[in-house]
């Protein structure tokens, strides 16, 4: 099919009556809203902001946790909701009101864990931890079955790594001493 012209693959899905993940997508680079739309998207352009006002603040003033703060707001505030959001739009998901759902939760975490690790409170830590998590279990279930196994698989690994990491997060938290 990658011979063909773009006008002749339309027609051939269009015939087909493609359904599901594929129409979707389809559609949407169809349309050319492709890679647009995904309020995750929102969240990593947030996280990528705060990532560069944190490296100017420690590049005039360093702090203690400094250099993981900026590693923190690059990695699980820009890097992972972008991946996410791209993985979403190239599995054919719309944005709705659950996308934008899970981008307040996890917007509420990447403010809610630095600040518990600034000001050495761990249940902050564990209460950003949880809001995230429920924003990657939200956007598990978003993810449709009938999706190309290996942009599912690859979207699944990005959740997989994000809620492992989380866990582990959670557990330094708690084996600190802080209150």
Sequence with gaps: ?????????????RRRGLSGTSAAAAELRRRGKRGRGQPLIAVALIGA????AATALRF????????????YLVLVG???????????????????????LEAAAWLAAVVMVPA???????????AGSAALLAALVSIARRTPADAAA???????????????STFV?????WSRPWL
Excluded: K, N, T
């Design 49 to 52: 902001a705060a990532a560069g």
């Design 150 to 164: 290996r942009h599912r698989l690859a979207h699944d690994a990005i959740i997989a790594f994000m809620a492992l």
């Design 116 to 126: 518990g690790v600034l000001l050495d409170a761990r249940l902050a830590v564990v």
């Design 78 to 100: 820009a890097l992972a909701p972008y991946l996410l959001a791209a993985g979403l739009d190239r599995l054919g998901v719309d944005a709705d009101r659950r996308g934008r």
């Design 169 to 173: 997060g959670i557990g330094l938290a």
């Design 60 to 71: 005039v003033a360093p702090f203690e946790h400094g250099s993981w703060l900026i590693a």
């Design 1 to 13: 099919m990658g011979a063909l012209r773009r006008h002749q693959r339309r027609l051939l899905q």
